[in-house]
């Protein structure tokens, strides 16, 4: 069974930063592209970043670039997203996903996910 677990969530300030970790068991070789979304209350689900299978290529949504950065280990079948200069519209609970076949920010191209981290950025 496959099973994708965040952790690193937190609550920060404006401007702080916080590392997400999604450690996933039972994944199975092959094309896995790896991505973290995000979902605020009432809001639809968008992504924030994507990684290729070996970690070479990636994409951010515009409102991360040069902010957020997706990572990979695949010897750990870790993957991490480390965010700084948070604001506080990326407040949201923020999923790992993994399963990937299309590299795109696109919930449909995902097989797995994980249960959500929360992030609360605010004063």
């Known amino acids: 069974q496959v099973q994708l677990v965040e952790s690193g969530g937190g609550s920060v300030q404006p401007g702080g930063s916080l590392r997400l970790s999604c450690a996933a068991s039972?994944?199975?070789?092959?094309?896995?592209?790896m991505a973290w979304f995000r979902q605020a209350p009432g809001k639809e689900r968008e992504g924030v970043a994507v990684i290729s299978t070996r970690g070479h290529s990636t994409t951010y949504a515009d409102s991360v670039k040069g902010r957020f950065t997706i990572s990979r280990d695949n010897a750990k079948k870790t993957s991490y997203l480390q965010m700084n200069n948070l604001r506080p519209d990326d407040t949201a609970m923020y999923y790992c996903?993994?399963?990937?076949?299309?590299?795109?920010?696109?919930?449909?191209?995902?097989?797995?996910w994980g249960q959500g981290t929360q992030v609360t950025v605010s004063s």
């Open positions: 996903a993994a399963g990937g076949d299309v590299f795109a920010l696109s919930a449909p191209a995902y097989k797995f």
């Open positions: 039972g994944v199975t070789g092959g094309k896995n592209y």
